[in-house]
């Protein structure tokens, strides 16, 4: 079993920025997909970014540009660095781990969630 813990999110206003962590215990994450996923009130978990074990990476078209996922397999700790932030970008944030099915931007592709931590973007 590998667990996921968030943190990293708070309160910022637009235009700030937010670097958040997601710790993983229990087995090293070095050979899974981690991904970043983010659901706001009343809407579906949407996908926003993922990295392979090597590094590649993948973004949702929303936030290419502005946010940045990456990790440290030493530490077994992926990070979402996230800049220029929006109002809409407001949501709970998670993270996400599974073996590499391929298929970075489908919920099913993780086998492992960690509980979300929250981003406030006010204007």
């Known amino acids: 079993q590998v667990e996921l813990v968030e943190s990293g999110g708070g309160l910022v206003q637009a235009g700030g920025s937010l670097r958040l962590s997601c710790a993983a215990s229990g087995r090293t994450v070095g050979g899974y997909v981690m991904g970043w996923f983010r659901q706001a009130p009343g809407k579906e978990r949407d996908f926003l970014a993922a990295s392979t074990w090597s590094g590649r990476t993948t973004y949702a078209d929303s936030v290419k540009g502005r946010f940045t996922i990456s990790r440290d397999n030493v530490k077994n700790t992926v990070y979402l660095q996230m800049n220029s932030l929006k109002p809409e970008d407001t949501a709970v944030y998670y993270c996400?781990?599974?073996?590499?099915?391929?298929?970075?931007?489908?919920?099913?592709?993780?086998?492992?969630w960690g509980q979300g931590t929250q981003v406030t973007v006010s204007s």
């Open positions: 996400a781990a599974g073996y590499d099915r391929g298929n970075y931007y489908g919920q099913n592709e993780y086998n492992y």
